[in-house]
């Protein structure tokens, strides 16, 4: 009964911190949809006229182009890595993965750069004498760029998929006389679709949240004009009008991808089945669609930012380097260090309460801001700040961090949830009979279990934060640059060579969590 009675106090100040979390963390998403119904504004209805077509037909287009190159890169890839059997395959299964470190307005740079008249393809062209310029700042060259780098969430989903098949399915549909194409059409792909669209669901995210790409290239999209309202006309209406309607088009897939996720399918035979890969005629042809993603995802725009880097290198870069990196390291490490310790209280909570499916669907609504655009959340931000003191916007780095935990607060929570399941239930109950109360099994018990997970998360959410571009911009503090900022604007200010230094170190940074996660896909 002694343990009964200190159970109630104990649990009732997790579940108050918990309700506190979950306020905070959807009272900027909130405000956005709230005060969508209380717009008055004159530019609103010019915008309705004039630039809501405009801002939907580029953003469609972008969309739409950017999801059907994604889905053949990285399901084709999946597929190869998956079943065949060629030279460098294991090596293919991670760097096939590596693109992904590279932010998209970053390849977007690199590409602008390798094809102007300075850039090595003009030069190459003008040595044949052809006179050939190739322009990429329109819809198919944003398109092409973001696809080269956003293929891995698609790879990854889909070589997943792959994995957790059932090899008999296609040794059943093979021993019909059914040819390998028309096994992966017919049998492989159906049932491999949910979690594929899972994978182009997060690519949709990356094109609706892009600002760099569209910003640099001179296409209006809804991000584009998000800022525009807000930085530049000051209307704050507009802004959240702009925004409410890319977060209606975010709720609209989010049910898609939760109905395609009902429909999984989970196989009773082993997995290892679909390893006895075949050994193809034309390996060599496998090894060149393998090998041409990673080339121009990954070595081309590498390569390039090498070249203006020591073509702009001097001495004074590191000093200016290491001022950028200190900035973007407070940012990482405050907000990643933030999530992951109210990940733990959340988590931590709906376990000591043995929570049923609505709490556990509760628990989850903090992941929708890793579904929403920065920009998106950069404004709720500013509303919320608005209505508690005007003078607080932008006179340091509190908002910025509040809007990196907002936006990034389901890439810790969701790999320390899973931490949590694997630790067994009997270990807290053994732990309270023996009279240690809650927050000491906490300390002493789950933290150091989860010691692994809480490192990976940390890592993530602080390569997420280096790399995230629109909401650093909307709400940085004036003259606070970060690596990702001062990459963007050396860009605009059209000395793309003196970005090299702050890209490649967001690169190489990311690289390693990069390399964490195929180390995760490969133990599934």
């Given amino acids: 009964m002694k343990l009964a009675g200190i159970k109630i106090p104990n649990h009732l100040s997790w579940r108050l911190a918990a309700l506190a979390i979950l306020v905070i963390i959807l009272l900027p998403i909130v405000l956005v949809a709230s005060r ?28 739409l182009g950017t999801s059907f190159v ?33 932010p998209t307005f970053i390849n977007a740079i690199a590409y602008v750069g390798l094809t102007d008249y300075a ?46 098949q059932s090899g008999s399915l296609i040794e059943v549909s093979r021993s019909l006389g059914q040819s390998m194409f028309k096994t992966f059409s017919r049998v492989v792909f159906p049932l491999a679709w949910p979690a594929i669209f899972a994978g182009l ?7 609706l949240n892009d600002y760099g790409v569209v910003s640099y290239y001179g296409i209006p999209t809804f991000t584009v004009g998000i800022f525009r309202s807000w930085l530049a006309l000051g209307d704050l209406s507009t802004a959240i009008f702009l925004s409410m309607i890319v977060l209606t088009f975010v709720v609209i897939l989010l049910a898609l991808e939760f109905r395609f996720s009902q429909k999984k399918k989970v196989s009773n035979d082993k997995p290892d089945a679909v390893f006895a890969r075949s050994i193809p005629k034309r390996k060599w042809l496998i090894f060149l669609i393998c090998f041409l993603p990673f080339l121009f995802g990954f070595i081309i725009p590498v390569c390039q930012l090498l070249w203006w880097f020591y073509l702009a290198y001097s001495h004074d870069v590191w000093l200016h380097l290491i001022r950028l990196a200190g900035n973007t390291a ?22 000591l309460s043995k929570s049923n499916g609505l709490k556990r669907g509760i628990a989850k609504l903090p992941m929708l801001g890793y579904a929403m655009p920065g920009a998106v959340i950069a404004i709720g931000v500013v509303a919320m700040v608005l209505l508690i003191n005007p003078n607080l916007i932008y006179s340091g780095i509190a908002a910025l961090i509040f809007g990196y935990t907002v936006r990034f607060f389901a890439v810790g929570y969701g790999s320390i949830e899973s931490g949590f399941d694997k630790i067994s239930p009997q270990i807290d109950d053994a732990a309270r009979s023996l009279g240690s109360d809650t927050f ?23 390569v997420d934060v280096a790399k995230e571009l629109p909401l650093t911009l ?44 195929n180390q995760i896909l490969h133990r599934k």
Avoid: C
């Fill in 70 to 102: 994604t889905l053949i890169l990285g399901v084709s890839t999946a597929w190869f890595v998956t079943v065949y059997e060629f030279p460098f395959r294991k090596v293919f299964e991670w760097v096939l993965i590596l693109p992904l470190s590279i």
């Fill in 36 to 63: 969508s119904f209380m717009l008055e504004t004159d530019n609103i209805g010019h915008i309705s006229s004039n630039l809501l077509p405009l801002y939907l037909s580029n953003t469609a287009i972008l969309v």
């Fill in 440 to 462: 000491r099994n906490l300390i002493k018990i789950h933290i150091p279990i989860l010691k692994p997970v809480l490192i990976g998360s940390l890592i993530m959410v602080f």
């Fill in 201 to 207: 669901i997060l690519v949709i995210m990356e094109v």
């Fill in 474 to 517: 909307i709400l940085r503090p004036f003259n606070y640059e970060t690596l990702a900022t001062n990459a963007f604007q050396y860009a605009k200010d059209e000395m793309a060579p003196r970005a090299a230094s702050s890209s490649l170190l967001i690169i190489f940074a990311s690289a390693f969590p990069v390399y964490y996660l």
């Fill in 119 to 164: 850039g090595p393809i003009r030069i190459f062209f003008r040595w044949i004498d052809l006179d050939i310029y190739l322009d990429i700042m329109n819809h198919t060259g944003a398109i092409m760029v973001m696809s080269l780098v956003l293929y891995p969430y698609v790879y990854i989903t889909s070589r997943s998929a792959f994995l957790l």
């Fill in 330 to 351: 407070i940012l990482g490490a405050l907000s990643s260090l933030f999530i992951v310790i109210l990940s733990i209280i959340l988590v931590y909570t709906f376990r």
